[in-house]
C-alpha cells in the first residue's frame, strides 16, 4: 500500500489530495480545491495572478488536505505534482512546492501530466472505468480522443484542429453575456431553448468521411463559435437561449459521433470521459444513448472530479510510482507536453 500526495496548480484552482492504495484498487483519503473566483472578472484566467494565488494558497491547501485525511506529513509515501502542460508560472509553485517537500522528507516526487490524470479520474469513482477503453478528454485547452488498451499506453486518434470544447463553451458564453467559466451557464441556457430554431453545421462531421481520412476522428470548433457570434448579432436578447440549444446541440453531436467512430473502429466496450465538459449532463446523457447502440457503456465523473483537481493527480501519479518513475530535482515546468506513452497506429 502506497499514500500519495497530489499538487494541482496548473491552472486556476490550487488543489491537493491524499490517496492510498494499491493498482486500481486506490481510495480516496481527502481532496481539497480552491478555486480562484477572482478571475471572473477579467472573464479568463490571468496568468500573473494565477501564479501568485497558488503561492499564498498552495501551504494552507496542503495542510487541510493532510488534515481532512486525519494524516500527518510523516506516513505520505511519495508525492506527485502535475508539471505539464498549463501556465508555467502557475505550473512552476506546485512543481516547486512538490519538490521541496519530497527533499525535505527524503521521499520520492513523480510529475504526472496533466491529461493524464483526467484519463484517470473517473477510476476514482467507477470501478470499471479502467482500460481497456475509448477516452474524451473535453477540457478548456484540449479536446482529445484517445484509445487506451492499459494505463501508460495511449494512442491519440483525434483533437480539436483549434478550439478546445471547453474553450468554445467559454468563448460562446462571452458571446451571450454569460460569465466565465461558460461551460455551466451555457449547458444550463441550452436546456431552455428550442432546438429548431438554429441549426448549425456540424464541423468536420460529413457522413461520407472514412477511416483513414485525415478528420475522420478530428474537431473543429471556431467555425461554430463565428456562426454563433453572427446568429448573437443578427438576433435579438430574445434568441439567446435557441442560439445556446443550437450550439450546443452541434457540439455534443460531433463529439458524440466521432467518439462512436473510435469505439466501432477498436471494438471497445467501455468509454470514459474526462475533463470539465465532461461535467456536463446533456453531453453525457447523448454519449449514453448513442453507446447503448454500439454495447458500449459509457462512465463519466462527478463534476467535482471533472474539473481540474489533486485527486487525479494523485492516481496517476500511483501508477508511476509503482512502475518505479521518480522525478529528478531539476523537474521543470512545460506549458506543452504531448501526452506520455503515445503509441502509433
Ligand atoms: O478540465 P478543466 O477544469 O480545466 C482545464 O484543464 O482546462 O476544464 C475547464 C473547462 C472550462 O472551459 C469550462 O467552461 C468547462 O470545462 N466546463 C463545462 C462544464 N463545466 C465546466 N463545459 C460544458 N458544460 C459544463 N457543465
Ligand atoms: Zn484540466
Not at 31 to 36: A, F
Not at 255 to 268: M, N, Y
Request: proline residues 5%; contains cysteine.
Amino acid at each position: 500500500m502506497t499514500r500519495i500526495l497530489g499538487i494541482e496548480t496548473s491552472c486556476d484552482e490550487t488543489s491537493a489530495a491524499v490517496l492510498s492504495g494499491q493498482g486500481d484498487e486506490a481510495e480516496l483519503e481527502s481532496l481539497v480545491i480552491l478555486s480562484q473566483d477572482v478571475h471572473r472578472i477579467f472573464g479568463g484566467v490571468v496568468p500573473e495572478i494565477a501564479s501568485r494565488q497558488h503561492l499564498t494558497a498552495i501551504v494552507p491547501v496542503v495542510e487541510r488536505a493532510l488534515e481532512d485525511a486525519s494524516v500527518k506529513l510523516d506516513s505520505v509515501d511519495a508525492v506527485a505534482v502535475t508539471y505539464a502542460p498549463g501556465l508555467v508560472g502557475a505550473l512552476l509553485v506546485g512543481v516547486s512546492f512538490a519538490k521541496a517537500l519530497a527533499f525535505g522528507r527524503g521521499i520520492p516526487c513523480v510529475g504526472v501530466h496533466h491529461m493524464e490524470g483526467h484519463l484517470f479520474a473517473t477510476a476514482l469513482e467507477h470501478h470499471d472505468a479502467v482500460p481497456p477503453f475509448t477516452a474524451l478528454l473535453v477540457s478548456g485547452g484540449h479536446t482529445l480522443l484517445v484509445d487506451v488498451p492499459e494505463w501508460g499506453r495511449y494512442q491519440v486518434l483525434g483533437r480539436t484542429r483549434d478550439d478546445a470544447a471547453g474553450e468554445a463553451f467559454d468563448k460562446v458564453a462571452k458571446l451571450l453575456g454569460l460569465p466565465y467559466p461558460g461551460g455551466p451557464p451555457v449547458e444550463k441556457l441550452a436546456r431552455t431553448g428550442d432546438s429548431s430554431r438554429f441549426r448549425f453545421a456540424r464541423p468536420m462531421l460529413r457522413r461520407n468521411q472514412q477511416p483513414g481520412d485525415n478528420d475522420y476522428f478530428d474537431v473543429s470548433f471556431s467555425g461554430l463559435k463565428t456562426a454563433v457570434l453572427h446568429a448573437v448579432r443578427d438576433g435579438s436578447a430574445d434568441d439567446h437561449a435557441h442560439i445556446a440549444r443550437g450550439f450546443h446541440d452541434a457540439l455534443v453531436e460531433t463529439l458524440v459521433e466521432k467518439t462512436a467512430r473510435a469505439v466501432e473502429q477498436f471494438g471497445r466496450q467501455r468509454v470514459v470521459l474526462g475533463g470539465g465538459v465532461a461535467g456536463n449532463r446533456t453531453l453525457v446523457e447523448a454519449m449514453r444513448q448513442r453507446m447503448r447502440r454500439l454495447d458500449a457503456e459509457v462512465f463519466a465523473p462527478s463534476s467535482r472530479l471533472a474539473t481540474d483537481n489533486a485527486a487525479m493527480i494523485a492516481r496517476a501519479g500511483l501508477f508511476h510510482y509503482e512502475r518505479g518513475e521518480r522525478a529528478p530535482l531539476d523537474l521543470n515546468a512545460f506549458a506543452s507536453m504531448p501526452l506520455p506513452g503515445l503509441v502509433s497506429a
